[in-house]
């Protein structure tokens, strides 16, 4: 298989399946109208979803899933208050609902995990920001404070910069995430960052996909090194404590990533597909369909040259 063909054939198996976005669907549904039952909701906001299922760049296996769970305000219970009152509030809607299920308030959300479908969603509390009808406040817990949001905003952004890319940048965001899922944890990126990362990176649609990835990644590299502002310009910094050690940790990752792709590409170029194959698996494991090989001459133990036909540029995978 040529290496522009595995490439693809990699990013598309990163895509939910029908029966996956309908166990999903199912499932949120029943969680939308359980929490609509116990909770009191604006009546023209029913929970909806919100992240990377709601912006077409979730990636299997589908861990999470954002819900954004907009509640009246009462005397008791709105912007004023604790966050910690509205994360436990939902904690306990969520708890009555699924009865024997542990619910776990998080710094903006509160998570619940199936292990049925293996599916965990982060339901976030939320109150509207009187006057804006787009604009929510939302609690964190690390500022001990409530902050501004507007996820349909940055649904709008995803889907412009995905056509300034040439519907291309969705999909490549897929092949970075899967990356960054395989990072030991404590190093991954949060996975918002790296999207609207991409968004100033990749403004062209690039002539395939492995230029793409080597262009997004190149990109990375230099742009993480430098805060990320909210694209609606209402709350924190999307990479908020990040240390600049963790930066430049991540900055010398995706430097490597970048340059194992680009010895790839030239291996390619040159015909050595399997050794192009090698390095792409190891950078990014299954599903990445070809393991390939290193390709070293048993009688010498160094590399041989066994080239075979190269990848040209009239490939007709991107």
């Known amino acids: 298989?040529?290496?522009?063909?595995?490439?693809?054939?990699?990013?598309?198996?990163?895509?939910?399946t029908t029966a996956e976005r309908k166990?999903?669907?199912?499932?949120?549904k029943f969680l939308r109208d359980g929490l609509a039952s116990r909770l009191e909701i604006e009546p023209d906001l029913y929970p909806f979803l919100t992240g990377s299922y709601a912006r077409s760049t979730a990636i299997r296996p589908l861990k999470d899933i954002d819900l954004f769970c907009v509640l009246q305000r009462t005397p008791l219970l709105n912007p004023a208050s604790k966050p910690m009152d509205a994360l436990e509030t939902v904690r306990r809607a969520l708890e009555d609902q699924y009865r024997g299920?542990?619910?776990?308030p998080q710094n903006r959300s509160v998570n619940i995990e199936f292990s049925n479908t293996g599916i965990a969603y982060d339901v976030v509390p939320a109150f509207l920001d009187e006057g804006h009808s787009e604009v929510f406040w939302?609690?964190?817990?690390?500022?001990?404070t409530w902050i501004r949001s507007n996820p349909r905003i940055h649904e709008r952004l995803s889907v412009d910069a995905n056509e300034a890319a040439g519907q291309e940048l969705k999909p490549l965001t897929k092949a970075?995430?899967?990356?960054?899922?395989?990072?030991?944890?404590?190093?991954r990126l949060r996975s918002f960052h790296i999207e609207v990362m991409i968004w100033d990176v990749l403004v062209a649609k690039p002539e395939n996909r492995l230029d793409g990835l080597i262009e997004i990644f190149e990109g990375l590299a230099s742009r993480v090194r430098l805060d990320t502002r909210d694209p609606a310009g209402l709350g924190p910094y999307i990479n908020q404590g990040m240390t600049d050690?963790?930066?430049?940790?991540?900055?010398t990752r995706l430097g490597r990533a970048a340059s194992t792709l680009r010895e790839a590409r030239e291996l390619a170029q040159t015909g050595h597909t399997e050794r192009a194959?090698?390095?792409l698996y190891g950078l990014f494991g299954d599903p990445y369909p070809e393991k390939g090989k290193q390709e070293r001459s048993v009688v010498t133990g160094v590399s041989a040259s066994?080239?075979?036909?190269?990848?040209?540029?009239?490939?007709?995978?991107g």
């Open 1 to 16: 298989m040529q290496v522009r063909q595995a490439v693809h054939d990699f990013i598309s198996a990163l895509e939910l």
């Open 23 to 28: 166990e999903a669907s199912d499932q949120h």
């Open 101 to 104: 299920k542990t619910a776990d």
């Open 138 to 144: 939302i609690p964190d817990l690390q500022a001990r």
């Open 176 to 187: 970075v995430k899967h990356w960054n899922r395989r990072q030991p944890e404590g190093e």
């Open 245 to 251: 050690a963790a930066k430049t940790a991540a900055m």
């Open 277 to 279: 194959h090698h390095l």
């Open 306 to 317: 066994l080239p075979s036909a190269p990848d040209g540029h009239g490939s007709r995978f």
